[in-house]
C-alpha cells in the first residue's frame, strides 16, 4: 500500500527564518512520482514541485529547495528566508505510474500549517 | 491560460437533499479527477476520468453519489441524497496524460466547500 507521513501538523517562524517541511512515503513499486502542493487560506492547491522515482538530484527554486533521499524514503521541503505570504498549508504526494506518461491518483500526507509571523 | 473552473464556491445544504458540483478543466487536459477534503485532512480521490471513461471510481460511494463527464470535457458531481458527513471541499483536478506533451501534473481548482446541515 501507498502512504505518505507529514508528521509535523503545524509550524510556526518567525519571517526570514528558514524552515523545512518533513514528507516521508511508503510505496512498493519501483517508478513513482513525488509532488509539493501548497493549499493558501483561498482553498485552491497550488502545484509546487513534481520529482519522479529516477531522479535524486535535489532542486532549487528561488526561495524554495527540495531534497529528495531514496534512501530514507523522504522528499522534505526547505522554506529559505520564510516570508508571510508562504503561510498556507502544504501537502506531499505521492503517485504511482503503470505507464509512461499515464496519470494516477494523488496520495495525499495530513499536510503540514506553515505560519509565518511577521 | 485559464485554470480548472469549479461552482459553486460554497454550497450549503439540509440532509436528504440533492446536490451537484461542476467542473471546467483546464483546456485540452485529457483526465479529470474528482477529490473530497474533509477538515484538517489531504484530499482523497472519489473518481478519475480519461477523456469521458470513468477508469478508477473504487472509492466513489455509488449508492449515493454520481460523477458524469459528458463529451470529454465538463464534469458534474452530484449527491443524492446528502448525509451529515458529506461535508467537505470537493475538489476538481485536470491533467494532460499521455503523448509527447504529457505533464502528468494535476492542477486543481479552487473547490466547493459543502455543509449539510
Known amino acids: 500500500a501507498q502512504k505518505v507521513t507529514q508528521a509535523q501538523t503545524e509550524i510556526s517562524v518567525v519571517e526570514k527564518e528558514d524552515v523545512t517541511l518533513d514528507c516521508v512515503y511508503e510505496?512498493?513499486?519501483?517508478?513513482?512520482?513525488l509532488f509539493w502542493y501548497k493549499q493558501p487560506p483561498s482553498g485552491e492547491l497550488v502545484f509546487l514541485i513534481r520529482?519522479?522515482?529516477?531522479?535524486?538530484q535535489n532542486e532549487i527554486s528561488g526561495r524554495y529547495s527540495w531534497n529528495f533521499q531514496k534512501s530514507t524514503s523522504s522528499f522534505n521541503f526547505t522554506i529559505t528566508a520564510s516570508q508571510v505570504v508562504d503561510s498556507a498549508v502544504y501537502f506531499c504526494?505521492?503517485?504511482?505510474?503503470?505507464?509512461?506518461?499515464?496519470?494516477?491518483?494523488?496520495?495525499f500526507g495530513q499536510g503540514t500549517e506553515l505560519s509565518v509571523k511577521p | 491560460e485559464a485554470g480548472v473552473v469549479q461552482s459553486p464556491r460554497y454550497k450549503i445544504i439540509e440532509k436528504k437533499q440533492p446536490v451537484a458540483f461542476w467542473c471546467n478543466p483546464i483546456s485540452g487536459h485529457n483526465t479529470l479527477y474528482w477529490y473530497r477534503q474533509n477538515l484538517g485532512q489531504g484530499p482523497e480521490l472519489l473518481i478519475r476520468?480519461?477523456?469521458?471513461?470513468?477508469?478508477?471510481d473504487s472509492q466513489l460511494p455509488k449508492d449515493r453519489f454520481s460523477a458524469e463527464r459528458l463529451k470529454g470535457v465538463d464534469s458534474t458531481l452530484k449527491i443524492q441524497p446528502a448525509e451529515l458527513g458529506d461535508s467537505a471541499v470537493y475538489l476538481c483536478?485536470?491533467?494532460?496524460?499521455?503523448?509527447?506533451?504529457?505533464?502528468?501534473?494535476?492542477?486543481f481548482g479552487a473547490g466547493t466547500r459543502l455543509s449539510v446541515l
Open positions: 510505496t512498493r513499486d519501483t517508478t513513482y512520482y
Open positions: 483536478a485536470s491533467s494532460l496524460d499521455g503523448g509527447s506533451k504529457a505533464k502528468n501534473i494535476q492542477y
Open positions: 504526494a505521492l503517485t504511482q505510474s503503470p505507464f509512461y506518461n499515464q496519470g494516477g491518483k494523488l496520495i
Open positions: 520529482r519522479n522515482s529516477f531522479d535524486e
Open positions: 476520468y480519461e477523456n469521458e471513461e470513468a477508469v478508477d
